[in-house]
Structures are given as structure tokens and as C-alpha cells.
């Protein structure tokens, strides 16, 4: 899951090549969000997120917090409209009174035009453990 990977949590291993990539997409990650640190300055951010070790878990755990909806929408943005039938594997959205569930239908996205299961994309997966998904 792409949200335990930017946070630095991600448990699968998978072959030697694949665990070579992820190595290099891991070291990627480090130097990416030592750069966002050291452009921290304002309300004490910079001390806030300084573990010690370089790999910044705070501050991946709190940026992906402020951008999974936005990250979602862009893996699901479907120009090329491969995901119109797709839908998320769980009822995620509600009617109008709010009685009833039902899956995503579009982009695994919900389709109301008001409420609040408006255009959302069910981004709470990520906060279950990833051995139980």
C-alpha cells in the first residue's frame, strides 16, 4: 500500500530484486523528506520532526495524514478512463438518508453530488493494519 511505503511501514519483502527496489525507493524517500525537513522553519516544525535516525517517521506519518485524499485522487484521476466500472472492494458510500452502503462505482470514488460521502475516496484503509488487509 502506497500510504505504508511513504511512511516508512511497509512489511512486504518479496524477491531479492524486488527488495533491491524497494531499498532504493526507501533511500528516495529519506532524501526526499530530508529536504521538506530542512525547509521547516516556522512554530518549531523543524525540532518537532528530528528523530535522529534520518528517516523522518513523524513527518512522513503527518504528511501523508494532510495529502492521502489528494494522492488518491491522482491514482484515480482515469484520463484515459480505464477505471469506470471500478469499485472499491467495500461498501464505502451512503445514499442521501444515510440507511444504506454501497461500493464505489466510479474511479472507487462515491458519486453523490452533496453530503458527506461527496466525491470522497475511502482512504481509511490504510489505518488497518497491514498484515490484516
Known sequence: DIGDIVRGRDLYGGSKKEKEKREDLEKNLKTIFKEIHSGLS???????YQ?????FFQLREDWWTA???????????DDDNKLSKASYFRATCSDSDGKYQYQTQNQCRCTQSSGANADKVPTYFDYVPQYLR
Do not use: M
Open 42 to 48: 516556522k512554530n518549531g516544525a523543524e525540532a518537532r
Open 67 to 77: 495529502n492521502r485524499e489528494t494522492v488518491w485522487k491522482a491514482i484515480t484521476c
Open 51 to 55: 528523530d535522529g535516525s534520518g528517516d
